[in-house]
């Protein structure tokens, strides 16, 4: 049944379920990462996948919700990031072969105003 599989989820359940401890962090993504898998041949919707970078930052975050320190909303919820977008290090091309490599000169962002944050599609 649809409703009881991770990825079908709203983002706000997913966001409590990771907080009360029912699934954590790195469950949801590879729920999520699993079924990218399941459809990406039919869709052909991510054309760039950073499981690396999602399973890190699901630990991550799941480091960070078995401390009991204080999160946002979405803490812990993988998220998707459009080829229209500037990624740090990586080619915005918004589509089009047309566009060639569309590298960008993106700065880093995060919590701290720059330096450990980094734009991460998947960052929990």
């Not at 699993?34 to 950073?50: H, M, P, Q, T």
């Not at 803490?75 to 740090?88: C, I």
Request: net charge negative; hydrophobic share 40%; with cysteine.
């Amino acid at each position: 049944m649809l409703d009881d599989v991770l990825w079908n989820r709203a983002g706000l359940e997913l966001a409590a379920m990771i907080a009360d401890g029912e699934v954590s962090s790195r469950e949801v993504v590879d729920a999520h990462l699993e079924r990218i898998y399941e459809v990406s041949s039919r869709l052909n919707a991510a054309a760039l996948l950073l499981e690396g970078t999602a399973r890190s930052a699901a630990d991550a975050a799941d480091r960070v919700t078995s401390a009991g320190l204080s999160t946002g909303p979405f803490h812990g919820v993988p998220m998707t990031v459009k080829d229209g977008l500037d990624l740090a290090g990586h080619a915005t091309t918004q589509a089009s072969l047309l566009v060639g490599d569309g590298f960008q000169d993106v700065q880093p962002c995060g919590p701290s105003g720059g330096e450990d944050g980094g734009k991460h599609p998947e960052q929990p």
